[in-house]
């Protein structure tokens, strides 16, 4: 598996996610409130708890989500070629430096 390969299943994997995320998003807000998302909650007619409420659980859950995924894709792609994926290497030292 290449480098080349890597910039494509990465973002790829995360684009997928995200957008599974964002359904799941959805069901469990009307499942909790019984009410449909905000469809633009940036709308002044959106109240604010309805907005900020929405932004936040979007955000943590589609966040949750990508961060899973692009994990399970670093993994299989050490897996198969013995590497960290481009840009991966290090880490562990990069973020305590």
Do not use: F
């Amino acid at each position: 598996m290449s480098p080349l390969v890597w910039k494509l299943v990465g973002p790829g994997a995360a684009v997928a996610a995200g957008a599974v995320a964002n359904r799941l998003t959805k069901k469990i807000w009307v499942t909790v409130t019984k009410t449909q998302p905000p469809a633009n909650p940036e709308d002044p007619d959106v109240a604010w708890k309805e907005a900020v409420a929405w932004a936040l659980a979007s955000g943590a859950i589609i966040g949750l989500s990508r961060l899973l995924v692009e994990r399970q894709a670093a993994v299989l792609y050490r897996k198969a070629t013995g590497d960290q994926p481009p840009g991966l290497e290090g880490g562990r030292q990069a973020a305590t430096s």
